[in-house]
T-cell receptor
Framework: DAGVTQSPTHLIKTRGQQVTLRCSPK?????VSWYQQALGQGPQFIFQ???????QRGNFPDRFSGHQFPNYSSELNVNALLLGDSALYLC????????????FGEGSRLTVL | GENVEQHPSTLSVQEGDSAVIKCTYS??????FPWYKQELGKRPQLIID?????GEKKDQRIAVTLNKTAKHFSLHITETQPEDSAVYFC??????????FGSGTRLQVQP
């Protein structure tokens, strides 16, 4: 049973560029959450997708957007990259109705130069 | 929204000693409190969780306690081993809401 898979694992962008990160949830899971983890910090909630809709959103600007596909996989898009967007982006999947239980992927490490 | 504070930020213990990490939360409606372990360069992994209808839960050398009145919960690791060295995160959530994480505790177990 595959867990949560994310791609790419590492990427480097320059300021002003755009990036797309991808996530496949754990088999049987229907909800995908995205978190940003800056170096030495705890994960910060970006948004959550369920039934292809953004259901919740954390305190992130509109430059951060996402999508969920019918197969429950998800993308995170970040436009107009800033140096401060450099972080590990974690995708976590869960099953609707099971309170809070998240399974994380290994993350995509984004470096913005 | 929910705010979770975690301390200490770093903790060093001798192998075999116990380690305790404490967290406080702000939203009294929160009812789910997981703990995650993150080894260097790895994903956070759930090690134990507790829901607000219980005060304590134990799994081998790991235990979590919850004090709803004081709005704090703690992770206890007994008989620590070098492989317990990692960053530990507490988190809290209320029904239908995303997890809010603490800032993490770097635990180092000295052989």
């Amino acid at each position: 049973d595959a867990g949560v898979t994310q791609s790419p694992t590492h990427l480097i962008k320059t300021r002003g560029q755009q990036v797309t990160l991808r996530c496949s949830p754990k088999s049987g899971h229907d909800t995908v959450s995205w978190y940003q983890q800056a170096l030495g910090q705890g994960p910060q909630f970006i948004f959550q997708y369920y039934e292809e809709e953004e259901r919740q959103r954390g305190n992130f600007p509109d430059r951060f957007s996402g999508h969920q596909f019918p197969n429950y996989s998800s993308e995170l898009n970040v436009n107009a990259l800033l140096l401060g967007d450099s972080a590990l982006y974690l995708c976590a999947s869960s099953l609707e109705g099971l309170l809070g239980e998240l399974f994380f992927g290994e993350g995509s490490r984004l470096t913005v130069l | 929204g929910e705010n979770v504070e975690q301390h200490p930020s770093t903790l060093s213990v001798q192998e075999g000693d116990s380690a305790v990490i404490k967290c406080t939360y702000s939203d009294s409606a929160s009812n789910y409190f997981p703990w995650y372990k993150q080894e260097l360069g790895k994903r956070p992994q759930l090690i134990i969780d507790i829901r607000s209808n219980v005060g304590e839960k134990k799994d081998q050398r790991i235990a979590v306690t919850l004090n709803k009145t004081a709005k704090h919960f703690s992770l206890h690791i007994t008989e620590t081993q070098p492989e317990d060295s990692a960053v530990y995160f507490c988190a809290a959530s209320k029904p239908g809401r995303a997890l809010t994480f603490g800032s993490g505790t770097r635990l180092q177990v000295q052989p």
